[in-house]
């Protein structure tokens, strides 16, 4: 099994995919900037899947963290659950907005490219 990047692996849905994936036999490194996550997830998720919890706090904003990770670590895939969601707050912060969802997915990707990793699922529930 191989190395998953999980951006926004302590939120919600991340941290449920985290725990599907460590069950499946992957290997997964957790990126969150803890924006919409709570900073105990990461323990409560050690304690759920009896491991050690790989996760790093930083942005997908942020280029050179992102090229960080991958150096670090020898990634297969990425799983991109990072991006703002709140529709009444879209509204009011719409460059907000652009700027991690499109900006910061953007980064992911040239991020990925460089490093050689060409397989990427997308999900979010960004408005």
Do not use: W
Request: proline letters at 2%; hydrophobic letters at 45%; glycine letters at 8%.
């Amino acid at each position: 099994m191989g190395t998953i990047l999980l951006t926004g692996g302590a939120g919600y849905i991340g941290s449920h995919t985290y725990v599907e994936l460590v069950s499946a036999g992957h290997e997964v490194v957790i990126v969150d900037n803890f924006s919409n996550a709570r900073a105990d997830v990461v323990e409560r998720l050690q304690s759920i899947t009896d491991g050690p919890v790989t996760c790093y706090r930083g942005d997908v904003l942020d280029k050179a963290f992102l090229a960080d990770i991958f150096r670090r670590h020898q990634i297969d895939a990425v799983i991109h659950f990072a991006a703002l969601k709140a529709v009444g707050e879209s509204v009011q912060k719409p460059l907000d907005y652009f700027e991690v969802n499109c900006t910061g997915f953007s980064n992911l990707l040239m991020a990925m490219k460089d490093a050689g990793v060409f397989r990427v699922v997308f999900s979010s529930t960004a408005t």
